[in-house]
């Protein structure tokens, strides 16, 4: 079984026939190649075992034009915030552009909405909200690839993701040996792998999830509510 990230280099050496004393591998390299196909196999979905909850304090510090912003979480990803909190009180994201506009608008509106670009995001300076900060997105998992029993994200969650790095990192020595299609062959089967972890995760997750509900929701710039029957270019 791929547990450890000795057990996936140790795969990687066996069925790659490669050896380190050659000089045309070393333990460097091989090494960079494991924590980029851990990289590539942790970003290819969002995971739910790459979902996180983070509390900080809340900040007023505001932007030039009065949002309250803050730093999105270290390690996080860009633009996941799913849920925020603050006193307990629950924020609805809005997109950006929307936000925008609302704030333009409506600026003494104390509506609790926020909105995220990057990795900041933007709280309604006239919510009436304090408190304590909790959020949960999606961080990326890091590794140390010096030790090598250390597991990955893919270890107790869904062990074939393991098997994904090993064939990706068999994708990058055939990219070095200038064996194209062996590279494409090994890199099309780390995905394959990885689609049928995401597509079990899908099937479980099934029965709770409520459907056709995006991270955003549109609001009427106007009235405030939220849009359920919004259609394309409604108001050109």
Not at 24 to 36: G, H, L, R, S
Not at 72 to 89: F, H, M, T, V
Not at 193 to 204: N, Q
């Amino acid at each position: 079984m791929l547990n450890t990230l000795g057990d996936i280099q140790d795969e990687f050496l066996v069925r790659g026939n490669i050896t380190t004393t050659s000089g045309f591998y070393t333990d460097t390299i091989i090494k960079d190649w494991q924590k980029i196909a851990h990289d590539w196999a942790v970003a290819f979905h969002k995971w739910p075992f790459t979902e996180g909850r983070v509390s900080t304090t809340f900040s007023t510090a505001t932007n030039d034009i009065g949002d309250v912003v803050l730093p999105y979480p270290e390690g996080w990803k860009a633009d996941s915030i799913r849920l925020l909190q603050i006193g307990g009180k629950r924020l609805q994201k809005i997109t950006l552009e929307d936000y925008q506009i609302f704030r333009e608008d409506q600026p003494s509106a104390d509506d609790r909405v926020f909105s995220d670009f990057g990795l900041e995001y933007y709280i309604n300076p006239k919510a009436d909200v304090s408190g304590t900060v909790v959020a949960w997105g999606q961080y990326t998992p890091a590794i140390d690839v010096t030790d090598n029993s250390a597991t990955t994200v893919f270890s107790l969650a869904g062990n074939e993701g393991n098997e994904a790095i090993v064939n990706e990192m068999l994708s990058y020595s055939n990219v070095k040996e200038k064996k194209a299609n062996e590279a494409t062959y090994f890199h099309q089967k780390a995905m394959e792998i990885l689609e049928g972890i995401w597509k079990r995760y899908e099937g479980e997750q099934y029965g709770y999830q409520t459907k056709d509900r995006g991270m955003w929701k549109r609001i009427d710039i106007i009235s405030g509510n939220p849009l359920t029957d919004f259609k394309r270019d409604q108001f050109t």
